[in-house]
C-alpha cells in the first residue's frame, strides 16, 4: 500500500519562498511510470493543481504558478519537494502530494499539510 | 475561477438520485478523460471515477460517470447520509504545454 506523507514549516513569511517535501513509502517512486504532483486547498476553496514531476525530472507546472514553482525529485530517498517562491497570504493554504498515474490520477494523496503565509 | 464549471450545491433525500454536471472546453473535457475525486470533511479527496465512467476497486456502483461532448456528470443513485461531501471533476487541459484542471466543486447535503 502506497503511502505519501507531506512535510515542513506551517508558517512561512511573505515574500519568502514555501518548501514542502513529500515522502513515499511502500513502493519506490522510481518504479512504475507515475507522476508525482502537488495540489493546493485553500480553506474553504477548491483544488488548484500545481506541477508534477516524472521520475526522469520531466516537470509539468500549473501556467498560472509556473514562475514561481519548483519540484525536484530524490529518488534516493523516495522523495519528491516543491519549492514556491515570492509568496503572499494568497499561497496560504493545505498542500496536498498525490500520485498521478497514467490511467487514474491522483489514486494516492498525502494526508495535507497547511501552510500559513504571514510576518 | 475555476476552468471546468460545477455547481456549487446540490442536495437530495436518501435513496435519491443526484447529478452533478462538469463543464468545460475543447482543450479539456472535449479531448480528454473526465476524473471525479469525493472529499469528506477533513480528509483529503478520494479518486471515484477514473476515465470517464469506471470505479476503482471498492467504489460502490452507486457512482457513475459519464461524458458527452465537452461536459461530464456524476451520478450516485440510492442516496446515503454518508455521501455528503464535496465533489470534485478534473481533466487534463492541452493548453499551454499541458496541465492539470479542476472543477470549482460541488457540496452535496444529504436532506
Known amino acids: 500500500q502506497v503511502q505519501l506523507q507531506e512535510s515542513g514549516p506551517g508558517l512561512v513569511k511573505p515574500s519568502q519562498t514555501l518548501s514542502l517535501t513529500c515522502t513515499v513509502s511502500?513502493?519506490?517512486?522510481?518504479?512504475?511510470?507515475?507522476?508525482w504532483s502537488w495540489i493546493r486547498q485553500p480553506a474553504g476553496k477548491g483544488l488548484e493543481w500545481i506541477g508534477r514531476i516524472y521520475t526522469s525530472g520531466s516537470t509539468n507546472y500549473n501556467p498560472s504558478l509556473k514562475s514561481r514553482v519548483t519540484i525536484s525529485v530524490d529518488t534516493s530517498k523516495n522523495q519528491f519537494s516543491l519549492k514556491l517562491s515570492s509568496v503572499t497570504a494568497a499561497d496560504t493554504a493545505v498542500y496536498y502530494c498525490a500520485r498521478d498515474t497514467g490511467s487514474a490520477p491522483f489514486d494516492y494523496w498525502g494526508q495535507g499539510t497547511l501552510v500559513t503565509v504571514s510576518s | 475561477q475555476s476552468v471546468l464549471t460545477q455547481p456549487p450545491s446540490a442536495s437530495g433525500t436518501p435513496g435519491q438520485r443526484v447529478t452533478i454536471s462538469c463543464s468545460g472546453s475543447s482543450s479539456n473535457i472535449g479531448s480528454n478523460y473526465v476524473y471525479w475525486y469525493q472529499q469528506l470533511p477533513g480528509t483529503a479527496p478520494k479518486l471515484l471515477i477514473y476515465r470517464n465512467n469506471q470505479r476503482p476497486s471498492g467504489v460502490p456502483d452507486r457512482f457513475s460517470g459519464s461524458k458527452s461532448g465537452t461536459s461530464a456528470s456524476l451520478a450516485i443513485s440510492g442516496l446515503r447520509s454518508e455521501d455528503e461531501a464535496d465533489y470534485y471533476c478534473?481533466?487534463?487541459?492541452?493548453?499551454?504545454?499541458?496541465?492539470?484542471?479542476f472543477g470549482g466543486g460541488t457540496k452535496l447535503t444529504v436532506l
Open positions: 511502500g513502493g519506490s517512486i522510481s518504479s512504475g511510470s507515475y507522476y
Open positions: 478534473a481533466a487534463w487541459d492541452d493548453s499551454l504545454s499541458g496541465h492539470w484542471v
